[in-house]
């Protein structure tokens, strides 16, 4: 059974830090992996998606990497907002890859 | 760019009412899902439905619920007779094949059920 841990569960910086959000899962046999931002009370948007044959993907600020032998994966986001503010998810395909499991999410904050 | 569209994005109701969730999913996707996010727990797969059959289910997913196709565009959840522990955020996904290296699901934004 596919488990997803996220570290830290919750992260405080000043503005303009590059920081780093940690995911593991424990079934490695996975084809892709994907990072979600989720605002309080909101739904889920999708930042980047790697497929299992990337190292990492970039949008913007943002960094995913992937490492699927250590069962690892890290979002890096350079220059840090308070428009980061948010929950980031982690999620895998698991199982029959007919579901997704998520990780609790770390919640961020950034003080301006 | 095409997404999956749930409504109405907060549903409010009654103990022991009937509730239908409905998504429009991605007009050629195939595959849906439908996922839970009890207030501060973690997002949990419900349901998976493909060519009007259930695929895959989780031991949430019990009697009181069901899931219909009606129609070409829309997939909805239905709740038969809701408890105050339904409340939650309900997510719909779709994707357009289950084929393990593409099985890359789409997120509707979500509807929030109030169960009072």
């Known amino acids: 059974k596919q488990e997803v841990t996220q570290i830290p569960a919750a992260l405080s910086v000043p503005e303009g830090e590059n920081l780093v959000l940690n995911c593991s899962f424990t079934?490695?046999?996975?084809?892709?992996l994907q990072w979600f931002r989720q605002d309080p009370g909101k739904g889920l948007t999708s930042l980047l998606l790697?497929?299992?044959?990337?190292r990492e993907q970039t949008s913007g600020r943002l960094n995913a990497s992937l490492d699927k032998s250590s069962g690892r994966s890290t979002l890096y986001i350079a220059a840090s907002q308070p428009g980061d503010s948010a929950t980031y998810l982690c999620a895998v395909p698991s199982g029959g890859y007919q579901k997704v499991t998520f990780g609790i999410g770390t919640k961020l904050q950034v003080i301006p | 760019e095409p997404e999956v569209t749930q409504t109405p994005s907060h549903q409010v109701t009654q103990m022991g009412q009937e509730v239908i969730l409905r998504c429009v999913p991605i007009s050629n996707h195939l595959y849906f899902y439908w996922y839970r996010q009890i207030l501060g727990q973690k997002v949990e797969f419900l349901v998976s439905f493909y060519n009007n059959e259930i695929s895959e289910k989780s031991e949430i997913f019990d009697d009181q619920f069901s899931v219909e196709r009606p129609d070409g565009s829309n997939f909805t959840l239905k709740i038969r007779s809701t408890k105050l522990e339904d409340s939650a955020m309900y997510f719909c996904?779709?994707?357009?094949?289950?084929?393990?290296?593409?099985?890359?699901?789409?997120f509707g934004a979500g509807t929030r059920l109030s169960v009072l």
């Open positions: 790697i497929q299992s044959s990337q």
């Open positions: 996904a779709s994707s357009e094949e289950a084929a393990i290296a593409k099985n890359i699901q789409y």
């Open positions: 079934d490695s046999a996975i084809y892709n």
